[in-house]
């Protein structure tokens, strides 16, 4: 009897194997578009396929459908760069995403997230205690 092991399903099932990668790429920058910020609901190919950019992770990101149809089959840095909403940062984290170092994209699209101001907290403070024993 002979034993094969690690027969991997996605080997046999390419579309699968295609779902769950577009998947993960969603996730790495929480759904959100790798230009805009905005929901991200397709897969970009920052070099499109009509000039030969490959369907691999370092040359697709997550992109929103109006800033992945309005790029359409320009060259990303170049679309980008001519944006209203273009961010320096975001920039670097394309180029970093690129060059395959996933890591400091993320790190870069982190930094580009705007802080939560927290200014309600300050208000509440006031002490509700002093007045109820008063009260009593
Ligand atoms: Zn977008």
Redesign the pocket.
Known sequence: MQNRDAVFLEDFCPKLHDRRWRKSLHSFTGKS??????H?ESIDHILPRSRGGLSVTENCVP??L???GEKSDQEAFTWYRTQS?YDPRRAMAIRAWVDGDLRLALRLLQWVKPKRINEKDSISQNSNQDFLLKAA
């Open positions: 578009c790798i230009y805009c910020g905005k991200s992109a929103c109006s800033c992945n909403f």
